[in-house]
């Protein structure tokens, strides 16, 4: 499985951005997928995830209200729309992938792509 994440920028505090993964080269549409990200001089950690369907979502409590993650799996991506963006939203972003929520959950996905920037100012 390959990820590509795209959609990554430079917005000011209170703006919004949506970030787009696409999966190619395996059963990805099965998988659970998700978003997390190092800001700088961190640890990576965990953004949002969603089932296979999307009926199932989860998220940081740090993002909870203001990021909205969705998938499409007829076209093999997954988004997170991030509204009233905040200068500690400021963090590469990544996108996984893994056929084990827990694996997945703790950032241990078998699957990742490479980063997108994504920068806010005040």
């Known amino acids: 499985v390959q990820l590509q994440a795209s959609g990554g920028g430079l917005v000011q505090a209170g703006g919004s951005l949506r970030l787009s993964c696409v999966g190619s080269g395996g059963a990805h549409s099965s998988y659970v997928m998700g978003w997390f990200r190092q800001p700088p001089g961190k640890e990576r950690e965990f953004v949002a995830s969603i089932n296979w369907s999307g009926a199932w979502t989860y998220y940081a409590d740090p993002v909870k209200g203001r990021f909205t993650i969705s998938r499409d799996n007829g076209e093999n991506t997954i988004y997170l729309q991030m509204n009233n963006l905040k200068t500690e939203d400021t963090a590469v972003y990544y996108c996984?992938?893994?056929?084990?929520?827990?694996?997945?959950?703790?950032?241990?996905?078998?699957?990742w792509g490479p980063g997108t920037q994504v920068t806010v100012s005040s």
């Open positions: 996984a992938a893994d056929a084990n929520r827990e694996l997945l959950l703790r950032g241990h996905s078998d699957f």
